[in-house]
């Protein structure tokens, strides 16, 4: 009797889900049901072309700016010192140890 009323519950749950391919992942305009649907991404869907489009232009801008940030990230911890001035002199040498 116990998995009947979680079943219940569980049913209940994805009749309050909206399903992905209703609307425009973009703009939200309603997606029809005899109408192309356009997906990127595996399962983002978009009513047109041009809505699409614009979220690959978003996402290619998005990363670029995340590859430059993490790549000027690296610079800096790689490099800690590269604006400063050295301040001491080191001597390098060989060292033999019998």
């Given at each position: 009797m116990r998995t009947g009323m979680f079943r219940f519950a569980e049913d209940e749950d994805h009749q309050n889900e909206t399903h992905f391919l209703e609307a425009c992942f973009l703009c939200?305009?309603?997606l029809g049901?005899?109408?192309d649907i356009f997906m990127y991404r595996g399962n983002t869907p978009f009513c047109s072309k041009e809505c699409r489009q614009e979220q690959i232009e978003i996402d290619e801008a998005k990363e670029k700016s995340w590859k430059l940030s993490s790549s000027n990230r690296a610079l800096r911890k790689s490099d800690p010192n590269k604006?400063?001035?050295p301040s001491k002199?080191?001597?390098t040498g060989t060292l033999v140890v019998a």
């Open positions: 939200r305009k309603p049901y005899n109408t604006n400063s001035t002199t080191v001597q």
